[in-house]
């Protein structure tokens, strides 16, 4: 798939659907969830944030909602990577690794062996720092960079964050729980009772696609689809709206 325009990036509304996808999805009754991670949209910050408590808020929504056999799979798009998972041959993650950016490399190493100094490391405008948190991220998808610019300029980032949650606590501690120790190796995760469906970027300027495809072939029951010239910001694509309703659909009826 190959992204034209701008527009084809800008966030999308039910509203906005396109017309038949909005009227499949009223005659079959499917509902799509989503949620705002802590500290992000509506939802409360805390502090305490970590790899568990995301799992447990999930698994709290899909409770609530009384989701258990009706979910017909989960749809990733170009989800965070940990360099240091132990899965990833060393080479293969150095390589990704040495091409960021010093700061992007340094705020990395803090989060993973001292995360209570990220807060303090990231104020001071004379250490190197993460170029993702300040907006000047090489970013090799041209239509990646403009939407950047678009969000930044028309305060889209912020409202994201929202007004009266705290930056620091939004950011830095997506870093913590991302780039930090996890407990476990996500290699080592069992096939689930549903089918999943990644979505990548070829062009993604944040995530490197070399090991986003190196976990998809370690986890054969991952579904990988890459997206030709087409950089990170996936989830507000018109045009890939109707291509993962159809193919999750497709997916519950063959499983």
């Known amino acids: 798939m190959k992204i034209k325009s701008l527009q084809d990036l800008l966030p999308y509304s039910r509203s906005s659907l396109p017309r038949t996808c909005q009227e499949l999805i009223e005659e079959l009754g499917i509902n799509i969830v989503g949620y705002d991670r802590a500290g992000y949209g509506e939802s ?31 749809a990733i798009m170009a989800p965070v990577i940990n360099y240091r998972w132990p899965g990833f041959p060393r080479h293969l993650s150095e390589e990704a690794y040495r091409k960021q950016q010093p700061g992007d490399q340094w705020a990395l190493r803090v989060a993973y062996y001292a995360p209570w100094l990220l807060h303090w490391w990231m104020k001071q405008s004379w250490l190197p720092s993460s170029t993702v948190i300040k907006g000047t991220t090489h970013l090799p998808n041209r239509l990646d960079a403009q939407l ?64 986003q495809r190196y976990i998809c072939s370690r986890l054969s029951w991952i579904d990988y689809h890459e997206l030709k010239e087409t950089g990170h910001y996936l989830g507000g694509m018109q045009s890939l709206v109707d291509v993962v309703l159809k193919t999750m659909l497709v997916a519950s009826v063959s499983a």
């Not at 995301?54 to 017909?72: F, H, K, Y």
């Not at 995760?189 to 469906?197: A, E, G, N, T």
């Open 148 to 211: 950047r610019e678009y969000a930044m300029k028309n305060g889209g980032m912020l409202e994201e964050v929202g007004a009266t949650q705290c930056m620091h606590e939004s950011f830095y501690r997506d870093m913590m729980v991302m780039f930090g120790k996890w407990e476990f190796d996500p290699m080592d995760l069992s096939q689930p009772p549903f089918p999943v469906h990644l979505w990548h970027g070829d062009e993604d300027g944040y995530v490197p696609v070399t090991l």
């Open 44 to 74: 409360d910050p805390n502090p305490s944030r970590s790899l568990r408590s995301e799992a447990s808020d999930i698994a709290e929504l899909a409770d609530a909602l009384e989701l258990g056999p009706r979910i017909a799979g989960a």
